[in-house]
């Protein structure tokens, strides 16, 4: 250009930046966390977790805590803590044009109710479970020791489909006894509703957002001990009146009559099922980096994408 006089120069300055101005410019999709009961975002865990996370999809994430973490994460309902997290993602203008869900155990099912009731939200695009009781468990984790603990063990001994323990233990939301359906379906304040299990209260506002997702990526944990059964992580269940051997998804009422639109995004190819080794939420690096951040990604699941985040 040393011999273009200044006025030729300053058009061909201009026509190149006009051009790359045509050229789309793609930006990571932002995501949020949402941890498991008696967690919070300020553990050491939780915080490398989103961090690298975000290190390896080169998108931003941000953990959501709600209230006091721990503690509220096991004394407030369920659809309590869902109307948090929607507040606040409906407040964080990073997310206006959409962000993806990064759900560890129980933080799935509050997750779930942000995608289904929280109205005038930012879209969801994808949503990646892992470890989630989305058909629920037969069984409530034990909190551990201390004061605390010996009081939240106390809840789990009473009646737990009564008012008052629905209304102060959160995993009471999400416990189905399958030999005792009409209890769960009367007194069980969030599970049937997330599922829209309860024929007369179907909502299909539920099922057209769920099933809008670009993308549902389920882990289930092979030796998993906490969920019961551990299929639930994948909507597997009981069958209804027994303990038999668990149904897979596909063979779920909720699944075959498409309650809330898993069967639709599985038929256009938008599901996948992945079992990994290892105890609940015992992912491994190399099972994070193939499993969940493609999806964070602006470049998405291709071959190339997972080979290229897998040598980081």
Known sequence: MAGLAPAASILVLLALAASSALVPVVSAVPFIVLHGIGDQCGNDGIASFTDELGEWAGSKGYCMEIGSGSRDSWLMPLQEQANVVCK???EMKELREGYSIVGLSQGNLIGRAVIEYCDGGPPVKNFISIGGPHAGTASVPLCGSGIFCILVDALIQLEIYSNFVQAHLAPSGYLKIPTDMADYLEGCKFLPKLNNEIPSERNTTYKERFSSLENLVLIMFEDDAVLIP???????????????????????????????????????????????????????????????????????????????????
């Open 230 to 312: 551990r299929e639930t992580a994948w909507f597997g269940y009981y069958p209804d009146g027994a303990f038999n051997a668990v149904l897979p998804p596909q063979e779920t009422k909720l699944y075959t009559e498409d309650w809330i639109g898993l069967r639709t995004l599985d038929e256009a190819g938008r599901v996948k099922f992945v079992s990994v080794p290892g105890g609940h939420l015992r992912i491994s690096r190399s099972d994070m980096k193939k499993y969940i951040v493609p999806y964070l990604t602006s470049c998405g699941s291709s071959k190339q994408n997972v080979r290229r985040i897998l040598s980081i």
């Open 88 to 90: 606040k993602v409906k």
